[in-house]
C-alpha cells in the first residue's frame, strides 16, 4: 500500500521550518540545557548532582545526563566557551545554532519509531497509522515546545514509540521492557506510564496466555533481572559514592512546591483559587485563618505552598490520588478497568490500546499530583 505523503518527506519539510526557527524566542529552558551540556562535560561525574554554579542545577535522571554528556563531545567543536559552567545566560549563534540542530538531529530517533509504527500496523489499519504518524511529525505542540521553548521531547517520545512497536510482538517484548526502563532513566516523566506497561507485560510476557494464574518464570527471570541492570547501570554509580538521598532530592524537588507558582494548570491550582476566595469570606463565615499562610511570600512564587483557610496539603495525599487515579486505568485482570487492557489473545496490540490508555494515564497524573507542570517538562508525585 503506498501511503503519500511519506513520513520522509514531511520531516522534511517540518525540519525547514526548524531550521527558519533557529533565531526565534527561547525560554529558560535553553540555558538549562547548556548549562547541563557544561556541567557534564566539565565538573567530575561525582559532582554532577551537587553543582550549583547556576540555578539551573541537574534534575534529570543519569541517563539524560549521560545523554548531554555525549552531546558535549560535539559541542566542543561547535563552542568551546558554551561548556564553561560559569558562563552563565551564554547564547552566542553557534551555541545557538547547534542546540537548535541537536533538537533535530536526535528527532530522527522519533521519525524512525514512528516509519516502523507503520510498517508494523495491520493491513486494515495502516492508513490511520500512517495519519497518526503524520500528525506527531508535524504536531504544532512539538514544534512550539522543542524548537522554540526548547526541549527534547521528540527524542524522548521517539524511544516511547519504538517501545510500543517492540510490544507487538512476543519475541521483542523483552526489549520493549528494557527501552521503557531505558526511558525512565532518562526522564521519569514516564512515571505515569509505569502502572500500564507494569501490568501489559505482567500479564503478556510473564504469565500465561491461557491463565493468569499459570506463571512463566525464566520470563519473569529475563526481564526482572534486564531491568534491574538498566536501572543498576544508570544509577548504580551514584548510589555507590551514597548519592541517592541527593539524587532523590534533585529528582523530586517538592521544595518548588505544590502547585510551583500557579504553573500547574491542575486541580491543585483550583484548590489554591478556592482558597484564595474563602480568605476574604472567612470572617464573615467564622473560618480559621492561618495567618502565616497569609503573610508568606511564597504564594505565587516557586517554593513552599501553603493556605489560608484551607488544609494543607502534603506529598502523600498527591501520590495515594494519583495512584487511584491510575489504577481507573490499569486493571491486571483487563476487565473493569475505565479503559480494559487488550484481551490475552490480541495483546500483541498493546501500542494501540496504549494509545487510548496514554491521554487517561496523562490526565489522572497531572490533574492531582504534585508540581505537575504542563508542556512535557514536569508531571510527578511521589512518596
Known amino acids: 500500500m503506498e501511503l503519500y505523503p ?14 527558519l526557527l533557529f533565531p526565534a524566542y527561547k525560554s529558560t529552558d535553553f540555558e538549562v540545557h547548556r548549562n547541563w551540556l557544561a556541567v557534564t562535560h566539565s565538573v567530575p561525574i561525582k559532582q554532577w548532582y551537587f553543582d550549583t554554579t547556576s540555578e539551573w542545577t541537574l534534575d534529570y535522571p543519569p541517563f539524560f545526563a549521560y545523554f548531554e554528556w555525549l552531546l558535549s563531545q560535539f559541542a566542543r567543536w561547535a563552542d568551546p566557551a558554551l561548556l564553561n559552567v560559569s558562563n552563565l545566560k551564554y547564547d552566542s549563534w553557534q551555541t545557538v545554532y547547534f542546540q537548535r540542530g541537536s533538537v533535530i538531529v536526535t528527532e530522527l530517533v522519533l521519525l524512525y519509531a514512528l516509519q516502523q509504527y ?90 500465561r496466555r491461557k491463565s493468569i494464574w499459570g506463571i512463566r518464570f525464566p520470563n519473569v527471570l529475563k526481564l526482572g533481572s534486564s531491568v534491574l541492570t538498566v536501572f543498576a547501570l544508570a544509577f548504580g554509580p551514584f548510589i555507590y559514592w551514597g548519592q ?22 491542575n486541580f491543585w491550582a483550583l484548590y489554591s483559587f478556592v482558597d484564595r476566595v474563602l480568605l476574604l469570606v472567612a470572617p464573615r463565615l467564622g473560618l480559621h485563618i492561618n495567618e502565616a499562610a497569609v503573610e508568606s511570600t511564597s504564594r505565587g512564587l516557586v517554593g513552599d505552598t501553603s493556605f489560608a483557610v484551607l488544609p ?14 491510575q489504577l481507573c486505568f490499569t486493571n491486571p485482570l483487563g476487565k473493569h478497568s475505565l479503559v480494559p487492557l487488550p ?29 505537575s507542570k504542563i508542556g512535557g517538562t514536569w508531571v510527578h508525585s511521589d512518596l
Open 244 to 265: 541517592s538521598e541527593q539524587l532523590l532530592r534533585r529528582l523530586f524537588p517538592f521544595s518548588r512546591g505544590l502547585c510551583h507558582a500557579y504553573w500547574a494548570p
Open 312 to 325: 494543607e496539603i502534603a506529598a502523600r495525599t498527591t501520590f495515594t490520588l494519583t495512584l487511584i487515579a
Open 6 to 19: 511519506s513520513l520522509t518527506q514531511c520531516a522534511i519539510v517540518s525540519t525547514a521550518l526548524k531550521i
Open 118 to 207: 507503520v510498517n508494523t500496523a495491520t493491513l486494515s489499519s495502516k492508513r490511520s497509522a500512517h495519519a497518526a504518524a503524520l500528525s506527531v511529525i508535524l504536531s504544532p505542540g512539538l514544534l512550539i515546545i522543542d524548537h522554540v521553548h526548547f526541549q527534547y521531547n521528540g527524542f524522548l517520545y521517539g524511544i516511547l514509540v519504538l517501545s510500543l512497536v517492540l510490544a507487538r510482538k512476543q519475541s521483542t517484548m523483552l526489549w520493549s521492557g528494557i527501552l521503557f526502563a531505558i526511558l525512565l532513566c532518562m526522564k521519569h516523566i514516564y512515571l505515569y506510564l509505569a502502572p500500564a506497561y507494569f501490568i501489559f507485560l505482567l500479564r503478556a510476557y510473564c504469565l
Open 343 to 371: 484481551s490475552a489473545d490480541t495483546l500483541h496490540f498493546f501500542s494501540d490500546g496504549m494509545c487510548m490508555r496514554k491521554p487517561f494515564c496523562s490526565s489522572s497524573s497531572l490533574s492531582v499530583s504534585w508540581r
